[in-house]
Structure formats: structure tokens, C-alpha cells
């Protein structure tokens, strides 16, 4: 039922405008930053034979470029996030969803897995721009790896709370504001710390503080299940607000 429910969910995202423009839009950004920083890697190489220590193609073109993709993730996950649950709503056909005999927890994953393989183009087009580069020089594919497993991480998790956000309201603009806030607010709630050099909670509970983490060719056990264990919660969150409605209405 969930792979059903999903393969409903991904056809009904490919019939919609706005699932191709976001797919184009991520496309061309990260397509233009990574061509920049080819084009500044090649007129700053003179400078950088100078140096004792130079960082090669995979950091100084490809990380640095991959560094800018939570930012579009942060945009573009909520526009297709943010009617999965808030359109059933807003349509009157909720009521017909929670009183179908499927399960809240299939509903749920099944639209959540939706989101993770439509974002799941994207994430492949990606790696393949990058791993496209060991045409011409050498990279560090270990590196590459864990860089694009955290992206892969970073999805899962703004999907997760995208849903659940998706699941409070009937407007789909209100969840979409949410789930970006929630998203930018986990990614800069470390900055206090870091003027200070403590560190804190906050520290753990960064985004960002774990996303560079794997970023940096490292792949911290702490890193992988704080993305894997703030989807875990966004997902339980959802499920247990579309049982409350289907069993108190």
C-alpha cells in the first residue's frame, strides 16, 4: 500500500508545473555554481601552485559548490512539501483520506517517499555533475561520497518536516513559510556559540554544524543519525496528527 500510495503521489507531482520548474531551477543554479567555480579555479591556479598546501578540483570546485545546495534545498523542498497534506484539507477530501482503511502510517510514508525519490533526480544529476569532472583530472571520490550523502541526509530531513508541516494546515503557503523557518532556525541555531567558542546543545542540534561535518569527507556516526533521527520525529509528528484527526475528527 505505502509503494502504491507513493508511485500516486510521484505521477501526481510529475503532472504538476511547478515539480519541473523546481527540477529546472535546482538544475541551472547548481549548474552555473559549478561552472563559477571552475572558472575561478582555473584563473586562480597560478596563485594556488604558490601555495605549500593546495586544495585540488574535489574542494576547491566541487565541495565548495556542493556548500551552497542546503540553500536551495531550504527553498525548493517545501514548495512540493507543502501541498501533500495541506491540499486534502483545503479540498474536503480529508475526511475521505482518514476514513479510507489505510493506515496513517502508510499514507504518511507513502507521500514521504513520494518527495524523497522526486528529489532523488536531482541529488543524481548532481553527483553525476560533479563525478563528470574525473573526465579531465583527478578527484577524490570517497570525499564526493560523503559530501553527497549529506545532501541525500538533508533531504530526508526538510521532507520530513515539510510533511508535518503540511499536515497542521490547510494553506499551503503557511506550510511552506514553516517549514522554511523550522529549516533555517535548526541551521543557524549554533551561531551564538560560535562567537563565544563554546560547546553547547545548540552545537548538536545545528544543521549546519552536521552537515559540514560529513561535508568535510568525514562520515561522524552523530552526524548521520541526527539527520536520521530528526526525520524519525517529523514522521512520527505527522502520523500521530493525522490519527488524532481521524480519531477526534
Known amino acids: 500500500m505505502i509503494t502504491t500510495i507513493a508511485r500516486h503521489e510521484l505521477r501526481s507531482l510529475f503532472l504538476s508545473p511547478l515539480a519541473w520548474v523546481v527540477l529546472a531551477l535546482v538544475q541551472l543554479l547548481m549548474a552555473y555554481i559549478f561552472l563559477l567555480n571552475i572558472d575561478n579555479f582555473i584563473a586562480e591556479q597560478d596563485k594556488l601552485a604558490l601555495l605549500p598546501q593546495v586544495s585540488g578540483v574535489t574542494v576547491f570546485v566541487i565541495i565548495r559548490s556542493l556548500g551552497n545546495v542546503p540553500t536551495l534545498l531550504m527553498v525548493v523542498i517545501p514548495l512540493i512539501t507543502m501541498r501533500m497534506l495541506s491540499d486534502e484539507k483545503r479540498l474536503h477530501t480529508r475526511v ?3 476514513s479510507s482503511p489505510v493506515s496513517m ?3 504518511v510514508l507513502g507521500k514521504y517517499l513520494s518527495v524523497i525519490a522526486f528529489f532523488s533526480i536531482s541529488w ?4 553525476l555533475m560533479a563525478i563528470s569532472l574525473n573526465l579531465g583530472t583527478q578527484l577524490d571520490i570517497g570525499h564526493i561520497a560523503a559530501a553527497l550523502l549529506a545532501i541525500f ?9 515539510g510533511l508535518y508541516m503540511s499536515s497542521l494546515t490547510a494553506q499551503s503557503a503557511i506550510a511552506a513559510l514553516a517549514t522554511f523557518a523550522l529549516v533555517l532556525l535548526l541551521w543557524i541555531v549554533d551561531n551564538g556559540s560560535k562567537f563565544d567558542g563554546s560547546e553547547n546543545l545548540l552545537v548538536h542540534l545545528s ?3 552536521h552537515y559540514q ?5 568525514l ?3 552523530a552526524s548521520v543519525m541526527y539527520f536520521l533521527l530528526v526525520t524519525a520525529v517529523f514522521l512520527l509528528l505527522a502520523v500521530r496528527r493525522l490519527h ?3 480519531v477526534y475528527g
Open 213 to 217: 561535518a560529513l561535508l568535510s569527507g
Open 96 to 98: 475521505l483520506l482518514l
Open 244 to 246: 488524532r484527526e481521524r
Open 105 to 107: 502510517r502508510a499514507i
Open 124 to 127: 543524481l544529476i548532481i553527483g
Open 153 to 161: 541526509l538533508m533531504i530526508m530531513a526538510i521532507a520530513a518536516i
Open 207 to 209: 544543521m549546519s554544524h
Open 219 to 221: 562520515v561522524p556516526l
